[in-house]
């Protein structure tokens, strides 16, 4: 089954409003990485974090340093550039053979 | 310099034809080297990974094949595209052991 889960699938924001994505994994994950598909398709890497939060400018990524089993993306005062697919991705425990990838939530930020 | 580098672009083949992608990853000794697809709109498929030369394995085929012929490459083909096969491909590396993936900018196929 999907290790990842993230939510919500779409989402369209208002500039200048916040908001937060979310990934859920089912089991304890080591670390996570955010990503954001540009209209190219290339992914660009936002944050890769083992624990506690990062910021970047608008963007904020969290990672729960207890039970390792949720992250959230969030964007403050959104702008159209932030438009795009985000992903979130986790190594496996195991072995290093297959990271795990969540569906993406595609975003559009509405002038 | 850019680490990884993924060729070509961009390709538009017909159906039938042959295919060969290729990525090359400088500057990293014996990386984990991996291969994803991605449907129109669609998520990112895992194809096949290789954590040596000459060692891929695979993950969901497609009727596609992959070979690591040096440590810093990775090549993705097959004899007959199909239609299906149309998508963008992404060629991805991680340290051995590591935990972060780093992708190329991806190439994209037109299959027709």
């Known amino acids: 089954g999907d290790q990842v889960e993230q939510s919500p699938s779409a989402l369209s924001l208002h500039e200048g409003t916040d908001s937060a994505l979310r990934c859920n994994f089912t089991?304890?994950?080591?670390?996570v990485q955010w990503f954001r598909q540009n209209s190219r398709g290339s992914l660009i890497s936002l944050f890769y974090?083992?624990?506690?939060t990062k910021e970047n400018g608008r963007l904020k990524s969290a990672f729960d340093s207890k039970e390792r089993r949720y992250s959230t993306l969030h964007i403050r005062d959104a702008q159209l550039e932030d438009s795009g697919t985000y992903f979130c991705?986790?190594?496996?425990?195991?072995?290093?053979?297959?990271?795990?990838f969540g569906k993406g939530t595609s975003l559009t930020v509405i002038p | 310099a850019q680490t990884i580098h993924q060729w070509p672009v961009a390709e538009i083949k017909a159906v039938g034809s042959p295919l060969s992608l290729g990525c090359t990853i400088k500057?990293?000794?014996?990386?984990?080297l991996y291969w994803y697809w991605q449907a129109t709109g669609g998520t990112l498929q895992q194809l096949f990974y290789?954590?040596?030369?000459?060692?891929v394995e695979s993950v969901v085929q497609l009727n596609l094949s992959a070979s690591r012929p040096k440590d810093d490459q990775f090549i993705l083909s097959t004899e007959k595209l199909l239609l299906s096969h149309s998508g963008f491909y992404l060629c991805?590396?991680?340290?051995?052991?590591?935990?972060?993936?780093?992708f190329g900018k991806g190439t994209r196929l037109t299959v027709v």
């Open positions: 290789s954590i040596t030369v000459g060692q």
């Open positions: 089991t304890t994950m080591r670390s």
């Open positions: 991705a986790a190594p496996p425990n195991t072995g290093y053979q297959n990271f795990y």
């Open positions: 974090l083992a624990s506690g």
């Open positions: 500057g990293k000794s014996s990386p984990n």
């Open positions: 991805a590396w991680s340290l051995r052991g590591g935990t972060e993936v780093f």
